[in-house]
């Protein structure tokens, strides 16, 4: 098959996925977006790839790290961005799109492109972005907010039924694409996985820990976006449960708004133990988990369902045990409790974080048994090959039989169901 897998966020399991289809001997184009403020997978090409795999980083404004959060900017850049992708498409001429992590605009110019041009359209639902979009336009823009949130979900709706096929990352998303108008028989369910073969386990002392002087140091280690999902706050509080303790460090890998504010805390409040730094390559990784004694996982009440944050699957290939406050119905806190790679608190349960905390901190045991438990749960499931099949299966449907869009693709008119 000819197939164009586009992954905006360019994170490490989607372009494993690429690979090891272009392996089997697919035409893989694989893009993504350039310049993100975001963690990235292995975006260049190796020497093992395979000469059926094209790597392609389409660019982004340079400015758009700085102007993120500046809507109306930041939706003129996504949608130059949608634009640049629909022409992409038009050069390569796929048989199949699927597209994740994608903002709503640029998702849906994907969907009308591959319309035109008789190419089966896959969404790969790792988030609803209408939904996230509504939040924020509410705390934004309190007088048209509600507005901006109902035409984003139109939009987003609109996309959905332009899709062959609809691949989501747990069954709590399933309900959500009913209220959209999506039958079941249109979704896929294949949970997220983590490069288990790109993330090896690597001995606690290792040069990334020597190079930071974390040897011999217990360490709370926090990687990933900071972003509206998340609250810095927890980490902050962290650190200043553990200022007493000099054998304590609390290492904060992340860059923007939260990262910065953490930084600010760290100079106004004397949190000599706590280190924020930029984010790291993904070849550095496997030393930087392995440094952890304790991974921490944060995300926001209102997202929890549909948000599962896919660091706590990367967590899970470095055999350490995990610490999160997030809400307990997410898909990440359940695997967590479920196979006892480690504990979980309610994103406003700071007492019991801490507490938490102080558990892992004090108790060997404890961390030596969640950390078995974190490993042995990767390699049950993050097989690639299992996973590859699976989505070959559901590109094969996707060729076989497609349905027509309720509406008609060069205009925004809905008509009659």
Not at 51 to 77: A, C, G, H, S, T
Not at 296 to 305: F, K, P
């Given at each position: 098959?000819?197939?164009?897998?586009?992954?905006?966020?360019?994170?490490?399991?989607?372009?494993?996925?690429?690979?090891?289809?272009?392996?089997?001997?697919?035409?893989?184009?694989?893009?993504?977006?350039?310049?993100?403020?975001?963690?990235?997978?292995?975006?260049?090409?190796?020497?093992?790839?395979?000469?059926?795999?094209?790597?392609?980083?389409?660019?982004?404004?340079?400015?758009?790290?700085?102007?993120?959060?500046?809507?109306?900017?930041?939706?003129?850049?996504?949608?130059?961005?949608?634009?640049?992708?629909?022409?992409?498409?038009?050069?390569?001429?796929?048989?199949?799109?699927?597209?994740?992590?994608?903002?709503?605009?640029?998702?849906?110019?994907?969907?009308?492109?591959?319309?035109?041009?008789?190419?089966?359209?896959?969404?790969?639902?790792?988030?609803?972005?209408?939904?996230?979009?509504?939040?924020?336009?509410?705390?934004?823009?309190?007088?048209?907010?509600?507005?901006?949130?109902?035409?984003?979900?139109?939009?987003?709706?609109?996309?959905?039924?332009?899709?062959?096929?609809?691949?989501?990352?747990?069954?709590?998303?399933?309900?959500?694409?009913?209220?959209?108008?999506?039958?079941?028989?249109?979704?896929?369910?294949i949970p997220n996985w983590a490069p288990l073969n790109e993330l090896p386990q690597r001995p606690r002392e290792n040069p990334w820990s020597t190079a930071r002087d974390l040897n011999g140091k217990f360490t709370f280690l926090y990687s990933g976006t900071l972003a509206m999902k998340h609250n810095p706050d927890i980490l902050r509080r962290l650190a200043v449960a553990f200022l007493p303790d000099p054998q304590v460090r609390v290492i904060v890998i992340s860059e923007g708004p939260g990262a910065d504010y953490l930084a600010k805390c760290k100079e106004s409040e004397y949190l000599t133990n706590l280190d924020i730094l930029p984010f790291q390559p993904f070849s550095a990784v496997p030393n930087i988990n392995a440094t952890a004694d304790v991974?921490?996982?944060?995300?926001?009440?209102?997202?929890?369902?549909?948000?599962?944050?896919?660091?706590?699957?990367t967590y899970l290939c470095a055999g350490r045990p995990i610490l999160a406050a997030m809400p307990s119905g997410n898909l990440a806190a359940r695997i967590i409790t479920a196979c006892r790679a480690g504990l979980c608190v309610e994103p406003a349960d700071t007492e019991g974080f801490v507490q938490a905390a102080h558990h892992f901190r004090e108790n060997q045991l404890a961390r030596q048994g969640c950390s078995a438990a974190s490993r042995a749960y990767a390699e049950e499931n993050f097989d690639v090959t299992r996973i590859a099949n699976r989505f070959e299966d559901c590109f094969k449907t996707s060729l076989a039989q497609t349905r027509e869009p309720i509406y008609h693709p060069a205009t925004l008119t809905i008509l009659s169901e």
């Open positions: 098959m000819r197939l164009l897998i586009h992954d905006y966020a360019g994170h490490p399991f989607q372009i494993q996925l690429s690979r090891e289809l272009a392996r089997r001997g697919h035409s893989v184009v694989h893009a993504f977006a350039g310049g993100l403020l975001t963690p990235r997978g292995n975006l260049q090409r190796q020497p093992d790839d395979s000469e059926q795999l094209e790597l392609i980083e389409v660019p982004m404004d340079p400015n758009y790290r700085r102007e993120k959060y500046r809507f109306f900017r930041r939706r003129q850049m996504e949608l130059k961005y949608g634009k640049d992708l629909a022409n992409l498409i038009r050069e390569k001429r796929p048989e199949i799109v699927i597209s994740a992590n994608t903002p709503t605009e640029p998702q849906l110019e994907i969907a009308r492109t591959c319309q035109k041009l008789n190419t089966r359209f896959i969404v790969w639902v790792q988030d609803f972005y209408s939904l996230a979009v509504t939040r924020l336009a509410q705390k934004k823009l309190p007088v048209i907010g509600n507005l901006v949130g109902w035409w984003y979900r139109l939009l987003e709706k609109r996309t959905f039924r332009l899709a062959s096929r609809i691949v989501v990352i747990t069954g709590d998303f399933v309900p959500i694409l009913k209220n959209f108008g999506i039958p079941s028989e249109e979704v896929v369910i991974l921490v996982a944060i995300l926001e009440s209102d997202s929890g369902i549909f948000s599962v944050p896919s660091k706590v699957l």
